[in-house]
């Protein structure tokens, strides 16, 4: 998949793609739909934006987003996405009018031959385009559009709100059930304070700044090496939280790769949340935390390996 990261000075191979466009975040089964539609017309591609647009316009909200660009990405090219075009949302591309939107970045930008939007989609400066406005720009700039349809999960409609809903109440396996793939968190293993090491069980650290928090606590995880030599897939356990018993601390992901062996620091990960375990707790001393420990670590294999 070849990433384009400005609509301005592209290679004529990104021309002529049929894109499927939104935010897609978390990239569930609604998401899908619309990127399948977007298949059926030419080479595939998706247009996005980075940052989100509310994270631009509101920077003091709490976070919301489920991935980062780069789970984002990887889901994406998982889909066979050929071109991904994430552009930068700032002052210039949020004061663009749904007219000049069109005609300078999907027209003069990309040269899309097709875009498929959801039923809501919006765009342009003040959210003031519509589908119909984008049909209607469509048919003026030589390009066809396709509006797909909602996506439904039962009686409900999928939506990114009722995903973090079930990752807030530690309901992973019904958060994918949505998103039709597991959860996961993405990221660079940085270094920690090595105190999982130190226990005999050392963890590999991730960062989740930024991300939507799901319920704080331990996990069973299915955990993907992405990079560096013992690339591949691994079971682990894995704890997000502020680790209660070492004082107060930011939330972050640590993960205990089983039956592995090696230094992943710099390396990256994609772990995925498959089922909750039980809440971060503060022991009575690390005899007790150690116990607990080797008992989650065999609650986790037994689970993934029914899977």
């Given at each position: 998949?070849?990433?384009?990261?400005?609509?301005?000075?592209?290679?004529?191979?990104?021309?002529?793609?049929?894109?499927?466009?939104?935010?897609f975040d978390g990239i569930h089964l609604g998401h899908q739909a619309v990127i399948a539609r977007a298949r059926e017309h030419g080479p595939l591609g998706v247009?996005?934006?980075?940052?989100?647009?509310?994270?631009?316009?509101?920077?003091?909200?709490?976070?919301?987003?489920?991935?980062?660009?780069?789970?984002?990405?990887?889901?994406?090219?998982?889909?066979?996405?050929?071109?991904?075009?994430?552009?930068?949302?700032?002052?210039?591309?949020?004061?663009?009018?749904?007219?000049?939107?069109?005609?300078?970045?999907?027209?003069g930008g990309l040269g899309v031959a097709h875009v498929v939007v959801g039923g809501d989609f919006c765009f342009g400066s003040g959210r003031k385009g519509t589908v119909e406005t984008l049909k209607t720009l469509s048919m003026q700039h030589g390009f066809g559009v396709t509006v797909a349809e909602m996506v439904r999960h039962g009686a409900d409609e999928i939506s990114s709100t009722a995903i973090r809903q079930a990752l807030t109440e530690g309901r992973p396996r019904d958060a994918a059930e949505m998103l039709g793939h597991w959860h996961r968190i993405d990221g660079e293993v940085i270094h920690g304070e090595k105190r999982g090491r130190e226990l005999g069980f050392p963890t590999a650290n991730m960062s989740v700044s930024g991300l939507h928090l799901p319920k704080l606590g331990v996990y069973a995880t299915r955990v993907?090496?992405?990079?560096?030599?013992?690339?591949?897939?691994?079971?682990?356990?894995?704890?997000?939280?502020?680790?209660?018993?070492?004082?107060?601390?930011?939330?972050?992901?640590?993960?205990?790769?089983?039956?592995f062996k090696g230094d992943l620091y710099g390396q990256h990960l994609s772990v995925a949340l498959v089922d909750y375990l039980r809440p971060e707790m503060k022991f009575d001393g690390l005899p007790a935390l150690?116990?607990?420990?080797?008992?989650?670590?065999?609650?986790?294999?037994?689970?993934?390996?029914?899977l």
């Open positions: 998949m070849q990433v384009h990261r400005h609509w301005q000075g592209l290679p004529d191979t990104a021309h002529g793609a049929s894109v499927a466009m939104g935010n247009v996005t934006f980075e940052p989100h647009p509310r994270e631009f316009f509101r920077p003091d909200a709490p976070p919301f987003r489920l991935m980062n660009a780069e789970a984002r990405a990887n889901r994406l090219a998982k889909l066979g996405v050929e071109h991904l075009y994430e552009l930068p949302f700032d002052n210039a591309i949020s004061g663009l009018t749904p007219e000049a939107f069109v005609e300078q970045v999907l027209v993907d090496v992405l990079t560096g030599p013992q690339a591949g897939s691994y079971m682990g356990a894995s704890s997000l939280g502020v680790r209660p018993m070492f004082g107060e601390n930011a939330p972050n992901l640590e993960t205990f790769l089983l039956d150690l116990v607990q420990m080797a008992a989650d670590v065999e609650q986790a294999r037994a689970i993934l390996s029914a």
